[in-house]
């Protein structure tokens, strides 16, 4: 049994070889692949047919100028990456997860977290010092930590407990870094990344409710090894949304807005308001802030017809705002349209 396993594992070891050949060059001859891996052409053929099983399209072709190639497939199977490919591969991902790339945050971090199971120790540091020096200039996410996205999306992906120092907000202002910091003891549900920030969906286990964190404001995020049973959780980017965009603020209002969606989407970012449709060309506005006089005055100035939902004190300020905007255009002398000159063409 013991001398099975063993041509097993040689096996094993000589296709992931051929892999790698294949990753390495767009075509190899039977004989060079067989030079190569130190077999005949028939073993070359057994394994390229065991790559195939496992859904790699190596195609084989005839002639001069013949001979095998991996070739794109219906799915993306696994990839072999060297050191330096590693490292460049991790780095790019870091950067993307940054919001250097458009609309590929999530989908860079999640492919960060697989490749950092697998990524051998000895590449850590490299990757950690080379990622230090990307930098991102105009429209760019809030810069946050490597290594506090990391082990927060580990803790998500294991379902382990999460400790962090935090500074927080003061009603919609910022706080100085590092003052009022607290420890925070949370379980980690999902990282959600907005145009400007990365934000923690979490169950914060002192104030046994849902709570939303900038990762930005995290400093010593550790993960424990202490495995909690996942909550109904509410939907992670409609909740951390309607809390920076409403929650966060003092006064919060709801306007129903005669325009698309879409419409009134590309004229507010998703972390000013929550833009919902309600069809036949409108929608509904849900945004938040210290005054409401600010709020009114922002959906006043995107251009369309509209209507107060909540607070009721907000329609009666609209009114009053009205009646004083009247007040003051009775007063304006009249503009008087120049008299066109009949001698002038």
């Keep these: 049994m013991d001398g099975a396993r063993g041509d097993d594992r040689g096996t094993t070891e000589r296709v992931l070889t051929l892999l790698g050949l294949l990753q390495q060059r767009r075509v190899w001859t039977g004989p060079e692949l067989a030079d190569r891996l130190g077999v005949?052409?028939?073993?070359?053929?057994?394994?390229?047919?065991?790559?195939?099983?496992?859904?790699?399209?190596?195609?084989?072709?005839?002639?001069?100028?013949?001979?095998?190639?991996?070739?794109?497939?219906?799915?993306?199977?696994?990839?072999?990456?060297?050191?330096?490919?590693?490292?460049?591969?991790?780095?790019?991902?870091?950067?993307?997860?940054?919001?250097?790339?458009?609309?590929?945050g999530d989908a860079a971090l999640q492919a960060l977290t697989k490749l950092d199971q697998v990524l051998p120790t000895r590449l850590r540091h490299e990757v950690r010092a080379l990622s230090g020096s990307v930098e991102f200039f105009g429209g760019g996410r809030t810069p946050v930590d490597p290594e506090v996205l990391m082990t927060l999306a580990r803790a998500c992906r294991d379902e382990v407990e999460a400790g962090f120092d935090y500074s927080p907000s003061e009603f919609g202002r910022e706080v100085p870094p590092g003052s009022e910091v607290r420890r925070r003891r949370v379980e980690p549900y999902r990282l959600v990344a907005s145009d400007r920030r990365w934000y923690l969906l979490a169950y914060d286990l002192d104030r046994d409710d849902w709570r939303t964190f900038r990762v930005d404001r995290m400093t010593d995020a550790s993960a424990r090894t202490w495995r909690f049973r996942p909550r109904e959780a509410p939907d992670a980017a409609t909740y951390v949304q309607e809390g920076v965009a409403?929650?966060?603020?003092?006064?919060?209002?709801?306007?129903?807005?005669?325009?698309?969606?879409?419409?009134?989407?590309?004229?507010?970012?998703?972390?000013?308001?929550?833009?919902?449709?309600?069809?036949?060309?409108?929608?509904?506005?849900?945004?938040?802030?210290?005054?409401?006089?600010?709020?009114?005055?922002?959906?006043?100035?995107?251009?369309?017809?509209?209507?107060?939902?909540?607070?009721?004190?907000?329609?009666?300020?609209?009114?009053?705002?009205?009646?004083?905007?009247?007040?003051?255009?009775?007063t304006a002398a009249p503009v008087v349209a120049p008299v066109p000159d009949p001698e002038k063409p």
């Design 246 to 330: 409403s929650r966060v603020y003092s006064h919060q209002a709801r306007f129903l807005v005669h325009a698309s969606a879409g419409t009134v989407r590309a004229q507010i970012p998703a972390s000013a308001a929550v833009v919902r449709g309600r069809g036949s060309g409108r929608c509904e506005v849900l945004s938040g802030g210290e005054r409401l006089d600010a709020v009114l005055m922002h959906v006043l100035l995107l251009g369309h017809d509209f209507e107060v939902l909540d607070p009721p004190e907000l329609g009666e300020r609209c009114r009053e705002l009205a009646e004083r905007l009247m007040s003051a255009g009775a």
């Design 40 to 104: 005949t052409s028939r073993t070359v053929r057994r394994d390229v047919e065991r790559l195939r099983t496992l859904g790699y399209p190596v195609h084989a072709g005839q002639g001069v100028g013949g001979g095998y190639r991996l070739g794109p497939g219906q799915e993306l199977p696994p990839l072999l990456l060297d050191d330096q490919e590693a490292i460049a591969t991790a780095v790019s991902l870091l950067a993307g997860a940054g919001g250097a790339v458009a609309g590929a």
